[in-house]
């Protein structure tokens, strides 16, 4: 493999994975944007906390191995 197609390959494969890397960014800013606006708006620590216990319940339905979470 020459030096030319070596260089172009590693310049794609970082290029599509800052562009998964943005998109990720952005996926995670506007679901916190919607639970801050939706998720209890006027008492930010009850939102905070239904937030962890949402998340938690998510990870552990999705894995069932929640002594991996604490």
Same mark, same amino acid.
């Given at each position: 493999?020459?030096?030319?197609?070596r260089?172009?390959?590693?310049?794609?494969?970082?290029?599509?994975?800052?562009? /998964? @890397?943005?998109?990720? %960014?952005?996926?995670?800013? !506007? $679901?916190?944007? +919607?639970?801050?606006?939706?998720l209890?708006?006027?008492?930010? /620590? @009850?939102?905070?906390? %239904?937030?962890?216990?949402? !998340? $938690?319940?998510? +990870?552990?339905?999705?894995?069932?191995?929640?002594?991996?979470?604490?």
């Open positions: 493999m020459s030096i030319k197609k260089t172009s390959t590693f310049f794609h494969l970082n290029l599509h994975i800052l562009i /998964d @890397i943005i998109g990720a %960014v952005l996926v995670w800013r !506007g $679901v916190w944007v +919607l639970a801050d606006r939706y209890f708006p006027d008492h930010p /620590d @009850i939102s905070a906390v %239904v937030s962890i216990v949402i !998340g $938690v319940l998510i +990870l552990y339905i999705e894995d069932r191995k929640l002594k991996e979470l604490l």
